[in-house]
């Protein structure tokens, strides 16, 4: 039998992703009906795919961080078909299937943080998108303990690389890949879309305060809902952003653009 995620990763870059993107979105209004206050999240993914749309331009350098099985990616290389891009995704056999549905891409077997070791990564049996560098799931007989090597995205790309866009998606550790990326942001200023949760963020032991002061302080972007980008709306102030991760939610990703 072809578990739901092995269908997933056969349906990615067929003829057949746009029209499970469609029923995706059909899923998406029958749950916001059942929970009508998550309706944005149920809207998200919709938006990003719209995000996408309007901030990737053909020439652009794209990094997928946490790559998972590679449905950003598609998208990304769809939009940019002229860039050069890196996704990263340490669990070894995703790695594998992601060099193998996109070999044209630098698919990188590691995981990014702001620190270069060997570390413990925690890959969860029944919903592998969970898995990280934190246990999250308290059953130990859902996890498999492996050692994956991480490193710092600036130690592991070439400082003449520009990138334009930045995707990060690692359970909890977003604002430790940030950190480890603080020459690219300086240099090259990227989109970067990031997931932002409070639950991802008690993990790490950060707090929203520190992702917010860190993009919007020390790098200057401004950070928005995906809604409000793409109603050209303003830019949140902390306590938004931080309002915006309490239940019932109103984003699980976020935009972040450089303001010069």
């Not at 992703?17 to 944005?40: D, F, H, V, W």
């Not at 299937?97 to 891409?105: A, D």
């Not at 520009?162 to 940030?178: N, P, S, W």
Request: charged share 25%.
């Amino acid at each position: 039998m072809v578990n739901l995620e092995n269908l997933k990763r056969i349906i990615i870059r067929t003829p057949l992703e746009n029209p499970a993107k469609s029923l995706r979105s059909l899923l998406g209004i029958t749950q916001y009906y059942k929970n009508p206050e998550l309706r944005e999240i149920y809207r998200e993914s919709d938006r990003l795919d719209n995000i996408f749309k309007s901030v990737i331009l053909p020439d652009f350098n794209c990094i997928d961080i946490g790559c998972h099985l590679g449905s950003t990616l598609s998208q990304i290389i769809q939009l940019a078909p002229q860039g050069h891009h890196i996704a990263f995704e340490p669990i070894p056999y995703k790695a594998k299937w992601l060099k193998q549905k996109f070999p044209e891409v630098e698919i990188k077997e590691v995981a990014l943080s702001d620190s270069s070791n060997e570390v413990d990564f925690y890959v969860d049996k029944t919903k592998s998108g969970f898995s990280g560098l934190h246990q999250h799931r308290k059953k130990a007989e859902e996890i498999e303990k492996i050692t994956v090597h991480c490193d710092q995205l600036d130690e592991v790309i070439s400082p003449d690389y520009r990138i334009d866009f930045i995707k990060v998606d690692v359970e909890g550790g977003e604002l430790a890949v940030l950190k480890g990326a603080k020459n690219t942001l300086s240099k090259f200023h990227p989109i970067i879309l990031f997931e932002c949760t409070l639950s991802g963020l008690s993990s790490f032991n950060f707090t929203s305060q520190e992702v917010f002061d860190f993009l919007t302080t020390q790098y200057s972007y401004q950070i928005f809902l995906p809604k409000d980008f793409l109603e050209n709306g303003k830019p949140l102030t902390y306590d938004e952003f931080n309002n915006a991760l309490q239940y019932p939610f109103k984003a699980f990703n976020f935009i972040a653009i450089y303001s010069n």
